[in-house]
């Protein structure tokens, strides 16, 4: 399982031919941290954002295959006492990715339980393969 995960990434961050750019690496800081796996019909993004309301969640998807998760933190009131820890992030947050596939924007759903974000987004419907029928034409007899 190892190898085949590590051979993955590999091929992720230098293409197929070996040449390609390679692919940004996801960065430590990201906030939301996501997770992201897809079955045959969808995508499925999972965000940890703790201490959020549900209605101050933004989901949005452009051009089919970009996702935008935004909300704000507000930080807890601190009336005339000093902070000795503070590593819960607060303020505003935006997380933009660029998706694998393309999705149907009318077919997004997401829902927030126990500080996590769940989105389901329907892929796309494909263009189905097109079988076109080739006619034959009979020659003409030419009277000799």
């Known amino acids: 399982m190892f190898t085949n995960r590590l051979f993955e990434h590999m091929d992720r961050l230098f293409g197929p031919s070996g040449f390609d750019r390679p692919a940004p690496l996801p960065s430590a800081r990201a906030y939301p941290p996501l997770s992201m796996w897809e079955d045959e019909s969808a995508l499925y993004v999972e965000a940890e954002a703790p201490g959020l309301k549900a209605e ?66 329907r892929k796309a419907a494909a263009a189905a393969p097109r079988r076109i029928a080739v006619k034959a034409e009979v020659p003409a007899l030419v009277a000799a």
């Open 56 to 121: 101050d969640i933004g989901v949005s998807v452009a051009d089919g295959d970009r996702l935008t998760i935004s909300a704000e933190r507000p930080a807890p009131p601190n009336e005339g006492g000093a902070w000795l820890y503070q590593e819960c992030g607060y303020g505003a947050f935006s997380r933009t990715i660029t998706l694998p596939v393309a999705v149907n924007p009318d077919a997004v759903e997401a829902k927030y339980e126990a500080g996590v974000l769940t989105v389901t987004l």
